[in-house]
């Protein structure tokens, strides 16, 4: 098997003494998308700055391409693709100056760049835009040129912070096409994201951290059978309140969120027999899936 492209163990760091990384063992295998998920202030922000040399780490080992201990190496960042969650471009300049300019902090020659400019284009759908300023684009073509930009020098690994946050359903769904296509031509893929589609679609594996420490990590699916009853009945009042003591006796498990019940079963057949008359009630029968788990593991109050 292969060699792990990251391979991370007992990983800490402490911002003015709180433990913001807490001994995070992981590895990203060529080939796969790897996902990390979390709520705001999970630590997914810290992790992706060690492991591109952004911040030092205090504890633990990371390893890259299973050679490399320090990530600011530069033979690295030949080798490592990032996108970052705020898109960095330089609006004054056109759409293939932002390619020349970003080729030239890895060395290479301006002909080499060109002559990748014109497939990174098609690849983002940006062909026609070309010569634009960077500031008349749009902010999902933004993004778009923001991934490219990161490809311009072949790497192994992409690295992408919630890469498609703010965007259109179009635009999102465009990037996930572009992903994939990565993916299957071999690039390795670590990404954060916030929408639980997103990851479900993309990623072969994922872990969910909380405080900076793992709650899970496998096959999205594989996590989803692990944690979860296989399906799920959301039950709300067509005039609220919700009357949660006449549906204590669902069979399923329950859990309420503003005036919508959860009933989490085995059979979702069965709830909905129970709830035959209800006319009072809007019921939606669904399978469980990777946001259902999200929220059992790290809770639903809100972050900031």
């Not at 072969?204 to 909380?210: G, K, N, T």
Request: glycine content about 8%; some cysteine; charged content about 25%.
């Amino acid at each position: 098997m292969s060699c792990p492209l990251i391979r991370v163990q007992g990983l800490t760091k402490r911002y003015h003494q709180r433990l913001v990384v807490d001994h995070l063992d992981f590895e990203v295998r060529p080939g796969e998308c790897f996902g990390m998920l979390g709520p705001n202030g999970a630590g997914k922000s810290t992790t992706l700055r060690i492991l591109t040399g952004l911040t030092p780490k205090e504890g633990g080992e990371v390893r890259l391409f299973d050679r490399f201990t320090n990530p600011a190496d530069p033979e690295v960042h030949r080798r490592m693709g990032v996108v970052a969650q705020e898109d960095n471009l330089d609006d004054d300049l056109t759409v293939v100056e932002n390619f020349l300019v970003y080729g030239r902090y890895f060395g290479l020659e301006e002909s080499l760049i060109r002559s990748r400019v014109a497939e990174l284009l098609e690849f983002a759908q940006l062909s026609e835009r070309r010569d634009s300023a960077v500031r008349t684009l749009s902010g999902g073509m933004k993004r778009r040129l923001v991934i490219a930009r990161a490809l311009i020098a072949s790497p192994e690994l992409l690295i992408l912070d919630e890469p498609t946050t703010g965007l259109d359903p179009q635009a999102r769904h465009l990037i996930w096409q572009r992903l994939t296509a990565l993916k299957n031509q071999g690039t390795t893929l670590f990404l954060t994201t916030h929408y639980m589609e997103e990851a479900a679609r993309l990623c072969d594996r994922l872990m969910i951290i909380e405080a900076g420490a793992i709650l899970a990590m496998g096959a999205p699916q594989a996590l989803i059978a692990a944690h979860l009853e296989p399906e799920v009945v959301e039950i709300r009042p067509r005039h609220p309140p919700l009357d949660r003591e006449s549906l204590a006796r669902l069979p399923g498990r329950l859990e309420q969120a503003g005036d919508t019940l959860y009933c989490h079963t085995l059979d979702a057949s069965e709830v909905m027999a129970h709830l035959r008359g209800r006319h009072d009630l809007i019921c939606l029968s669904r399978p469980a899936g990777l946001e259902d788990l999200f929220l059992k593991l790290t809770g639903r109050e809100l972050r900031d």
